[in-house]
Structures are given as C-alpha cells and as structure tokens.
C-alpha cells in the first residue's frame, strides 16, 4: 500500500508538470502562427476597427503569459471556455455578425462539445483495439514459439505488409469493397455501431504490425532465457512453462510498448480514420476546430489528449511493477 500511495503521488506530479508544459506549447503556439481568427469569427468584410475591438475584447491582444494564466485558472474549475466559431446548436456561426452583435455567450461550451464527441471516439478506439488483438496476438504468439520457422516469417510478411499501408489508401478500399461495392456495411458518417466496423479495421491495420513484432519478440527472447530451461530440467511441461511464466513475463514490455507507443499511435490514427469516415469523435473535432482555427477547442484536447498519455502510462508502469517487483519507475 505505502509502494502505491508513493508511486501514485509521485507520478501525479510529473504529469500535472508534463500537462501544464504541453498546454503553455500549443498554447504559446497557436497564438504565434499566421492567422487571426478574429477574421474567421466577424468576416472577411469586418473593418480593421471592428477586428481590433473584438480581439482586445476577447483578450487576445493581452501578453501571452497573462493570457496562459487566465486559461489556466478557467481549466482548474472544468471551464474549457466556449468555442470561437460553433454556435450553442453545434453549427458553424463564424462571420455571421459584426463585432457590436457577437456573443461569445451564443457559442457552444467546448466542453460540451468534447463530451458529445468523446463517447464516439471511445467506441471506435476500443473497436479498433480489439479488431488489432484479434490480428496480432495468435500470430505473434505463433511467431514466438516457433521462432525461425513459418509462423515466424508468416508474423514477419504480415506485419510489413500492414505497416506499408497508408490507412487513407485502406480506409478508400474498404469503402469500396465493403460498403458501396456488397453493401454490406456502411461507411460514412454516423447512425448507429454499424458506422464504427469498417474505422475500426483501418485502425486495427495500423496498430496490429507494431503488436505482432513486439509479442513475437518478447514471447522468443522469454523462451531464450535460462528459467525457461530450468524449469523444463526440473519436469514442468512446455506448454506450462509459457502459459504460467513466459506469457507472464513477456507482458512486461508489452504493457511498456501500450503506454509509450501505441496510445500515441491511436490518438493519431483516430484523427485520421475519423477525418476520412467524417466519423463524428474527437478527431473530427480538432481537425476541423484546426482548419477554423478554433482556439478553445484545440487547447482543451491537446490538453485532455496528454493528461489521458500521462495517466494511461501511469498505469501501465504500476502494472509493470506488479507483474515484475524488480522494477522501478
């Protein structure tokens, strides 16, 4: 129990530090590149006069430290801040009004924005995970128990070839094949699970490659070890000795991999993926609140995407350290 309170408490503030650096970076960032979104807000046709009033208004004007400090006092009571350009009904509203009739109050909250997009975006993830483990997992275990023989290869030709795909090129065939070729699943947009299949394999093709090299490789350097033909010597069979401690053991460095790797991958590959279905989750979100220059809502998921890093690697590195003591984070 003392190991757990002191790791957790210990990790909780690295990551509140790593969160806050990350959110001062985008922060800082989106207010040093070209472009004012004051112009996307009030038209093209708004006056410099009207332009300048606004931004001074809405506090984009001020130093970006004092900026900074103020979003971060909204975000330590929940407020994300409401969102420049999408209007309380969720559509776009930008350069719909002049500076003396924008309403900052007539904009949509972003966080409930995020929470009606997060639900979708959690089921396509979770999909995708399982279309992946459903790939990756025989064939790498087949890979590492029979290493240098056709299960081995047939992880190795399988895994290149997956990582060789563009999931643009993956997601524009399967449309074709499995949606407006048979008819058997649909694809774009969202009204009901049936929309999330044909994402999920996308996501799945992207994520398999690095699952099956890293059980092959974990689940063969295990077999290599000298516990393994010990307890062979000493009359435990060979299918016990992988089901009790290889598979144990090699879980390690997988759960090492699923923090470091393949989260940022699946944020990643949730951006693209839903961009390409116009899949209604957090990806499609961003991009678009990107292509608006949306501030408040580009902040809030850069900001919700890396406390989500640092909490999920946080438990992964406690789980490492309960299958195997010796470790240390």
Known sequence: MAFAIEFFLRRISQGVVIVILVAFVIFTLLRIVPGDPIRIILGPMASAAALEEKATELGLRDPIYVQFGRFMGQVTTGDFGRSFIRGAQGG?????????????????????????????????????????????????LGAGLRAGKWPDRLGLYVSSLFVSLPNIWVGVVLIFLLSAKTGWLPAIGYQGFAYTIIPAMVLAIELSPVMIRAISVSVAANLGEVYFDVGLVRGLSRRTMVAKHVLRNAAVPLLNLFGAQMIGMLLGGLFVVEYIFSYPGIGMLTINAVFQRDFPIIQAVAILASAALVAINMLVDFASTTIDRRLKF
């Open 92 to 140: 776009s509203a930008g350069g719909s009004q002049d500076a003396a009739g924008y309403n900052p109050e007539s904009r949509a909250s972003v966080s409930g924005l995020i929470a009606n997009a997060l639900p979708y975006s959690l089921q396509l993830a979770a999909l995708g995970i399982a279309f992946a483990f459903l790939v990756a997992i025989p064939i790498g």
